[in-house]
T-cell receptor, first 117, second 113 residues
């Protein structure tokens, strides 16, 4: 149980285009989802927290107009990188936390490697 | 403010020997403590957590961790290391009532055959 999927696992795009990454909780309802960014050999940097049906809360320094987050249902959140540039290239990881007895544990997706040319 | 410290960037252990990956934390109130493992180009896998109860927590793949309130530590341990345990390990903390987990910088574990 507690499986989180991400799609795509990797994506290459041209500078200026937008990229959408999907995060799904497969076997539980995720009341809260988190989006992280990880640079090589570094820890995870929290970008934003979203609760189903509400606007995402962005961390300081994260551009909300550039990184659009939608959490429209209890099993799906999306991150759209708008007008991507090479500096947006990174490993993006989503995480989900659900209701019930597992409310205290975050489960992570496998990550999406974004390369912007 | 919440914080997590993993003092070792890398830990090398011979296969079959016991391993310890260190973690100390700072949080207001009672902590929720977690260990995650990350394999190359993958997301994080949940290993174990401490919320309340017995200070010794057992988790996946034979790992365990001991919550020590006086030393504000939550070291990860395994009695006998396997080469397949080689990965990046993250300690994390969340304060009760907080929404966000704070991660340590990670410790790379190398198990030598």
């Amino acid at each position: 149980g507690a499986v989180v999927s991400q799609h795509p696992s990797w994506v290459i795009c041209k500078s200026g285009t937008s990229v959408k990454i999907e995060c799904r909780s497969l076997d539980f309802q995720a009341t809260t989802m988190f989006w992280y960014r990880q640079f090589p050999k570094q820890s995870l940097m929290l970008m934003a927290t979203s609760n189903e049906g509400s606007k995402a809360t962005y961390e300081q320094g994260v551009e909300k107009d550039k990184f659009l987050i939608n959490h429209a249902s209890l099993t799906l959140s999306t991150l759209t990188v708008t007008s991507a540039h090479p500096e947006d290239s990174s490993f993006y990881i989503c995480s989900a936390r659900g209701g019930g007895s597992g409310t205290d544990t975050q489960y992570f997706g496998p990550g999406t490697r974004l390369t912007v040319l | 403010a919440q914080s997590v410290a993993q003092p070792e960037d890398q830990v090398n252990v011979a296969e079959g020997n016991p391993l310890t990956v260190k973690c100390t934390y700072s949080v207001s109130g009672n902590p929720y403590l977690f260990w995650y493992v990350q394999y190359p180009n993958r997301g994080l896998q949940f290993l174990l957590k401490y919320i309340t109860g017995d200070n010794l927590v057992k988790g996946s793949y034979g790992f365990e961790a001991e919550f020590n309130k006086s030393q504000t530590s939550f070291h990860l341990k395994k009695p006998s290391a396997l080469v397949s345990d080689s990965a990046l390990y993250f300690c994390a903390v969340r304060g009760a009532g907080d929404d966000k987990i704070i991660f340590g910088k990670g410790t790379r574990l190398h198990i030598l055959p």
